[in-house]
């Protein structure tokens, strides 16, 4: 994911956040900048903000963006990256996330496929692993059955701050989801939409099935 997420043209700084001494010493060997944070925190979203308040207290200047590139997907592209901080740029939003529209309903259907449903003004209204918005009436096989949730954060720096001070909410527990710690708290989530080829091969490592479909992308 780093040696990825290094391409983006558009960060100015890259760092690894991470518990783990083998990770550190695995990204340091690579040449990364790596921020220990603590073993208890309970998602990776909390785990970005714990770094970030490092760097704040470390003296670094006031960022405008600060963005959650998830290490379960090795393969992100570098353009989704621009493409989000490009498309990130105004006041219109507390925090940023990337979708893309689903047109296959078996791929609709699955769990591990995040999907949401937005309003008129492309505001997340809610997240899930299930098939959201229900397809009780045939759709038309032109339009898409729902999108697709690609778990890129882009993050005004406080908003970042307050979700670490949030509680745990009910749907982010039953869902797993911690994104919806945000739209629980009222917080305006604005939908980044993207074209699919962006998130190509879209391999984001959740199950015993995305690892085999990932050392077989490597493989080939």
Known sequence: ????????KHLNDLYVATDSDEIKNVCEKCGAKVI????SLRTGTD??????????????EHVDLVLNIQGDMPFINPDLIDKCIKLAQDDDFEMATPVYPIYDREIFERPSVVKVVFDSLGRALYFSRAPIPYPRNDVV??????????????????????FANFETGNY????????????????NVKLLFVDETLCSPGIEIDTDLDVERALSFLNN
Request: net charge positive; aromatic share 8%; hydrophobic share 40%.
């Open 1 to 8: 994911m780093w040696l990825q997420a290094k391409q983006a």
């Open 47 to 60: 785990r970005v903000a714990q770094a970030y308040q490092k760097l704040l207290d470390g003296g670094i």
């Open 141 to 162: 096989k032109s339009q898409p059955v729902g999108f697709k949730h690609i778990g890129l954060y882009v993050f005004k720096p406080k908003t970042l701050l307050d």
């Open 36 to 39: 220990v944070t603590s073993s």
């Open 172 to 187: 982010e527990s039953r869902e797993g989801l911690e994104q919806l710690r945000l739209i629980e708290n009222g917080v």
